[in-house]
């Protein structure tokens, strides 16, 4: 078993395709979007989006007790760890009228979307593009054994790249892109679920804090 093993190892046809693989996924969706994939892969194993909404659940607790306290103004003053909802609450305060933020909680969840889709894309590409290429070498390989079929030493060889080629293919696109791609979909869709709900209860307590304002507004002008 060890040395069948052994035997399905070959460095330069496994870095081979990893190299052909890789060019296939930067000509397909740029060198930005494959930069990130690849830095995707440490928030693909510590990514806890269960964990992140509870604790903005939590911190939006916070901020509607400090926008009844203290006013709206003061809502970026409630401490998190977490990026977006330190930016959503700094945005909440600085924002005049709740459509403002409205806006940018919009625009700024349609980015984090894109930029989710771009990163998943990029390893479907490569799920995509390793059995086209695992087949490209089979034929390589089968070109080379018939080339060679007067010389039964080259065979071998010939039949191993065809084989080995499959076989990178497989297990790249079936064992590694496409699980990553699936659990990236997931994180992402896990992840703004909570980012939407945060954003509509900073809605609804910007909304609640203007409306005095407003009908203040409304009796001086009549």
Request: positive net charge; charged residues 20%.
């Amino acid at each position: 078993m060890i040395a069948t093993m052994s035997h399905l190892f070959d460095p330069v046809t496994l870095l081979v395709m990893l190299g052909g693989i890789l060019l296939v996924a930067l000509f397909q969706n740029g060198a930005s979007a494959l930069g990130r994939a690849m830095a995707a892969l440490r928030p693909l194993v510590s990514a806890d989006p269960a964990r992140d909404r509870d604790v903005a659940r939590a911190t939006m607790l916070k901020i509607d007790q400090v926008a009844q306290l203290r006013g709206l103004s003061c809502t970026d003053r409630v401490k998190t760890a977490n990026p977006f909802l330190t930016d959503a609450a700094r945005k909440l305060a600085n924002s005049e009228r709740p459509d403002l933020f409205e806006l940018w909680a919009a625009q700024t969840l349609a980015d984090r979307a894109q930029r989710h889709a771009s990163v998943r894309n990029v390893w479907l590409s490569i799920a995509d593009a390793a059995p086209a290429l695992g087949m490209a070498g089979t034929i390589i390989g089968l070109v080379g054994m018939f080339a060679a079929m007067d010389d039964p030493a080259a065979l071998g060889p010939s039949m191993a790249l065809a084989l080995l080629t499959t076989f990178y293919g497989v297990v790249i696109a079936n064992i590694v892109a496409a699980p990553i791609a699936a659990r990236l979909a997931d994180l992402s869709e896990r992840e703004l679920a909570w980012q939407h709900d945060v954003v509509a209860r900073m809605l609804t307590v910007a909304r609640r804090e203007n409306a005095p304002m407003r009908r203040a507004a409304i009796r001086e002008v009549a």
